[in-house]
């Protein structure tokens, strides 16, 4: 269900309110359980987009491990561990524009070996076709993650390889067979506020299950190596806000760049007032959190792992 009652004008007037006035806001539609999930990089680097914010573009020179397409053996342990940590998904994430079809029965295999260990098979595998959708569905795929990264906007400030309508077709290919959208954002790409309030009210269209917010790690060699000053902790706070109030039923995620870029008290308020999903572990080409420090803040806040 959309939270109608929030149209751009009260989304911008709320993201400029007074923080606590904004928090609380936030916190009638936060839930006491925190979900977890993680994943494995099953392709890293070597890709063809022209992302500028990403270490695996091929377009730009960073200094990150590049391999091939891992091995089912490899996603099976890697899945058994992030269990044990208490993620009830477990995501295969790949670079690239999208799957080669030579590479959709091993991917549909790794997909069916993730549901036979009790987890909620997930996937981040890129652009889609209809034909790639249906096969995903026949192979048990529970939940298909692709961002919208941000707004329609600025997006031709992000790359020019894909168009946002490109993700967005993805997206709706994934809902017409009945798979489950994960779909997110990054924050702190030089985008405005007015635009951090157009992305919380596209992804209201979209309607997500899950919204991964992830906070643009700076890596050197990417066009957006010098961009740490274009978001600090409050517009954090306040971005997260905004997208939990706009949607109320979808698990607001921390993802990416959490700790590069959130002190731990605000990681707290975060998950006091507004995240209800946590990526845990290390993420694509950056270093994360350990699940363990993750359960203490829990049991600190009061709060329950979703199980």
Do not use: W
Request: hydrophobic letters at 35%; proline letters at 4%; charged letters at 25%.
């Amino acid at each position: 269900m959309l939270n109608t009652k929030f149209d751009n004008k009260t989304l911008l007037e709320l993201y400029n309110a007074p923080l606590e006035e904004l928090l609380q806001e936030a916190k009638k539609y936060n839930s006491d359980t925190v979900e977890f999930c993680s994943l494995i990089s099953a392709r890293t680097g070597k890709c063809s987009e022209s992302c500028k914010y990403c270490a695996q573009s091929s377009y730009y020179m960073t200094d990150i491990y590049t391999h091939p397409l891992v091995k089912v053996e490899d996603v099976i342990n890697t899945a058994k561990e992030a269990k044990k940590n208490g993620a009830t998904r477990f995501a295969i994430v790949t670079s690239g524009r999208g799957p080669k079809q030579a590479d959709m029965p091993i991917m549909c295999e790794m997909i069916k070996e993730i549901n036979k260990l009790g987890l909620k098979s997930c996937a981040s595998l890129g652009l889609l076709t209809k034909e790639m959708t249906e096969q995903f569905k026949e192979a048990g795929l529970v939940r298909y993650h692709h961002n919208i990264n941000t707004s329609r906007s600025y997006h031709p400030n992000i790359t020019t390889t894909h168009t946002f309508e490109d993700r967005i077709n993805t997206i709706n290919l994934i809902k017409e067979v009945g798979i489950e959208i994960c779909s997110g954002v990054i924050i702190g790409m030089g985008e405005s506020i007015e635009q951090r309030v157009e992305m919380a009210l596209i992804l209201a269209e979209i309607h997500p299950n899950s919204i991964p917010v992830n906070f643009l790690s700076p890596i050197k060699g990417t066009p957006f190596e010098s961009y740490e000053d274009k978001i600090n902790e409050e517009h954090i706070l306040r971005t997260l806000a905004i997208i939990k109030i706009a949607n109320p039923d979808s698990v607001v995620r921390f993802a990416g760049g959490r700790k590069l870029r959130l002190s731990k008290e605000n990681m707290e308020t975060a998950l006091k007032y507004t995240v209800n999903g946590i990526l845990i572990g290390n993420y694509l080409t950056t270093i994360g959190i350990e699940p363990d420090e993750d359960l203490k803040t829990l049991e600190k806040l009061g709060k329950k792992l979703y199980v």
